[in-house]
């Protein structure tokens, strides 16, 4: 495209080493072939479109753990008239289903191991944190150091807007000659695949992404555009996560991009495992919830701390009050209180409400008579 900008469509494509038709055809559309194709639909009757609905679905959420094999066999045992080889087809319905609409797996939680900490020791290189004498270490950093990509954006925004204030009349000069923008946005996003791993998440560019956990052991496609990844399963979009950079271009360090509403059914069952939990840090969705983990783990045995720190985590996710439970944390830490896991789950479980009284007139019998009556003098 760029030859394009100064040369005619054939020397531009002969330039490039390309057909002019192809060069036409790029002009005409600049997306990438994979972003122009349209899914490819099926090709022939679904052989399971009598009972998937009606029988399988309700088989499969009655009881998940039900294997391919068991389910074709009673369905072949219910209609008869079924194909014996609709077992792969079975089985890929099936998966598909468990990944979109199944319940949540099991996830493993990768632990950190400080040494001391459990008899453990290694040649453990502790420059990465950061540990400074008589502030020399700051001196010699900086500060690269964003809240947000809001924060970063503004300030690139300001560092560009300054250097452009002294070009603005040579900018204001160029601008009536600049032509139209292509009709259609070229393709930036960049695609791979990726598997979910028993963690509930996958790497990708030293970011780690946790996912719902029913896509454990799925290959997801991924979009990866400045600001988010765009993940599907097949051709189904499934969700979309904000995208994470790994500090110093990932040299030996990851990043992590973490929603706990992924996780916490798992950590319901293993609350022990946030203790050493390797992003244990990035879990915690606000601010307030990462000083209540240290409040409570200041106060309280390590085991006890992981139980009441997971309830408040899960109380967030059930109740829908991630916001409102952090608002009343930061009060009871400002009080120097610690948070009461069964206080704040009475706190925040809805009232339930008497119904309405509604009352119901009947009408007089007689009207039912007069009716009749007029009906019949008629």
Same mark, same amino acid.
């Given at each position: 495209?760029?030859?394009?900008?100064?040369?005619?469509?054939?020397?531009?494509?002969?330039?490039?080493?390309?057909?002019?038709?192809?060069?036409?055809?790029?002009?005409?559309?600049?997306?990438?072939?994979?972003?122009?194709?349209?899914?490819?639909?099926?090709?022939?009757?679904?052989?399971?479109?009598?009972?998937?609905?009606?029988?399988?679905?309700?088989?499969?959420?009655?009881?998940?753990?039900?294997?391919?094999?068991?389910? @074709?066999?009673?369905?072949?045992?219910?209609?008869?008239?079924?194909?014996?080889?609709?077992?792969?087809? @079975?089985?890929?319905?099936?998966?598909?289903?468990?990944?979109?609409?199944?319940?949540?797996?099991?996830?493993?939680?990768?632990?950190?191991?400080?040494?001391?900490?459990?008899?453990?020791?290694?040649?453990?290189?502790?420059?990465?944190?950061?540990?400074?004498?008589?502030?020399?270490? &700051?001196?010699?950093?900086?500060?690269?150091?964003?809240?947000?990509?809001?924060?970063?954006?503004?300030?690139?925004?300001?560092?560009?807007?300054?250097?452009?204030?002294?070009?603005?009349?040579?900018?204001?000069?160029?601008?009536?000659?600049?032509?139209?923008?292509?009709?259609?946005?070229?393709?930036?996003?960049?695609?791979?695949?990726?598997?979910?791993?028993?963690?509930?998440?996958?790497?990708?560019?030293?970011?780690?992404?946790?996912?719902?956990?029913?896509?454990?052991?799925?290959?997801?496609?991924?979009?990866?555009?400045?600001?988010? @990844?765009?993940?599907?399963?097949?051709?189904?979009?499934?969700?979309?996560?904000?995208?994470?950079?790994?500090?110093?271009?990932?040299?030996?360090?990851?990043?992590?991009?973490?929603?706990?509403?992924?996780?916490?059914?798992?950590?319901?069952?293993?609350?022990?495992?946030?203790?050493?939990?390797?992003?244990?840090?990035?879990?915690?969705?606000?601010?307030?919830?990462?000083?209540?983990?240290?409040?409570?783990?200041?106060?309280?045995?390590?085991?006890?701390?992981?139980?009441?720190?997971?309830?408040?985590?899960?109380?967030?996710?059930?109740?829908?009050?991630?916001?409102?439970?952090?608002?009343? @944390?930061?009060?009871?830490?400002?009080?120097?209180?610690?948070?009461?896991?069964?206080?704040?789950?009475?706190?925040?479980?809805?009232?339930?409400?008497?119904?309405?009284?509604?009352?119901?007139?009947?009408?007089?019998?007689?009207?039912?008579?007069?009716? &009749?009556?007029?009906?019949?003098?008629?």
């Amino acid at each position: 495209m760029t030859l394009r900008r100064t040369h005619g469509r054939a020397t531009a494509a002969a330039m490039a080493g390309f057909s002019p038709s192809t060069g036409g055809r790029i002009e005409a559309d600049p997306r990438p072939p994979s972003e122009r194709a349209t899914p490819r639909g099926r090709r022939r009757p679904d052989p399971l479109a009598a009972v998937w609905d009606s029988e399988i679905v309700p088989m499969l959420q009655a009881a998940p753990g039900l294997r391919p094999v068991t389910l @074709l066999e009673e369905l072949r045992r219910r209609h008869p008239d079924l194909p014996a080889g609709i077992r792969r087809t @079975l089985e890929r319905r099936i998966r598909h289903w468990q990944a979109v609409a199944g319940p949540a797996r099991e996830v493993i939680f990768r632990q950190d191991h400080p040494p001391g900490r459990q008899g453990l020791y290694d040649f453990t290189e502790a420059t990465s944190l950061g540990v400074s004498i008589a502030g020399q270490a &700051l001196l010699l950093r900086g500060h690269r150091d964003f809240a947000d990509l809001a924060a970063w954006r503004g300030f690139v925004d300001a560092v560009v807007g300054r250097a452009n204030a002294a070009r603005r009349r040579l900018v204001e000069a160029e601008r009536p000659h600049l032509a139209q923008l292509p009709p259609q946005r070229a393709g930036a996003a960049e695609e791979t695949l990726v598997t979910v791993t028993r963690s509930s998440g996958f790497s990708l560019r030293h970011v780690f992404y946790t996912v719902p956990s029913t896509l454990i052991g799925h290959r997801l496609r991924v979009r990866l555009h400045d600001d988010r @990844l765009e993940c599907f399963l097949g051709t189904t979009p499934v969700f979309t996560l904000p995208r994470g950079r790994a500090p110093g271009g990932g040299r030996g360090r990851r990043a992590h991009v973490i929603d706990y509403r992924h996780v916490i059914h798992s950590l319901r069952r293993k609350p022990g495992a946030l203790l050493n939990l390797t992003y244990r840090d990035q879990l915690f969705p606000r601010t307030a919830y990462r000083r209540a983990w240290d409040a409570l783990l200041a106060a309280l045995p390590a085991q006890a701390a992981c139980r009441a720190m997971v309830g408040l985590l899960a109380l967030a996710h059930d109740r829908a009050c991630e916001a409102e439970l952090a608002t009343t @944390l930061d009060a009871l830490l400002d009080a120097g209180e610690l948070p009461d896991l069964a206080g704040l789950r009475e706190r925040f479980t809805p009232r339930p409400q008497a119904p309405p009284d509604i009352a119901v007139p009947l009408p007089d019998i007689a009207t039912y008579d007069a009716l &009749l009556a007029a009906g019949a003098a008629t």
